[in-house]
């Protein structure tokens, strides 16, 4: 219970944010598997028993990096007007991965692409039930399998798009995600 206080004042948000800057920083010159929670402690300026209050360990710390790009993804397509399109939407949001090449070099050059996937399925499941419902159907209210899937299948569909440089238009790719969440079940303007 102590923790959970500690996390959600300012300066403990404040401090994650820092703990997990360092990290990412360190990712761009550091293979992740050489970088020690001493390491981040001697950078930071806190004590491992510090970082111990805001993770269980570092791969907990990598996870909070790619939640915060998650958050990020989902706010900055949510805050599109509410008239636009799904495939305007879909566009903001593809977007912003776009931008987020650094952090896909990083994740890739350290075989770290499991959190990226095991990080979306739990925010789907957790924070944007819109894809759960989507999925369900009278007989299955939420099959795990098959969000797993899509899940997957999004994020491979966007790992191909940065494995060939990013170079096929964002509006194209929208085009191909929502083929993928089988497009018809929106109005025909979204396509």
Not at 85 to 103: A, C, G, I, Y
Request: aromatic fraction near 10%; glycine fraction near 2%.
């Amino acid at each position: 219970m102590e923790q959970r206080k500690l996390r959600s004042t300012p300066a403990a948000c404040r401090r994650q944010r820092q703990i997990e800057d360092c990290l990412f920083e360190n990712l761009q010159h550091v293979p992740y598997q050489s970088i020690s929670v001493s390491d981040l402690c001697r950078q930071v300026g806190i004590s491992r028993k510090a970082f111990y209050n805001y993770y269980p360990d570092k791969d907990a710390c990598f996870c909070a990096i790619v939640d915060r790009l998650i958050r990020e993804s989902m706010l900055r397509s949510t805050a599109v007007s509410s008239e636009a399109s799904l495939m305007e939407t879909v566009t903001v949001m593809l977007d912003f991965w776009k931008d987020q090449k650094n952090f896909f070099d990083i994740m890739m050059r350290n075989n770290l692409y499991h959190f990226f996937l095991l990080r979306n399925i739990d925010y789907v499941i957790k924070e944007d039930r819109s894809v759960l419902e989507l999925l369900s159907t009278p007989e299955v209210r939420s099959d795990m399998d098959i969000l797993a899937c899509y899940v997957a299948s999004t994020i491979t569909l966007v790992l191909q798009w940065y494995f060939r440089g990013f170079n096929t238009p964002t509006e194209e790719m929208a085009r191909k995600l929502l083929r993928l969440l089988h497009a018809p079940m929106f109005s025909q303007n979204d396509a």
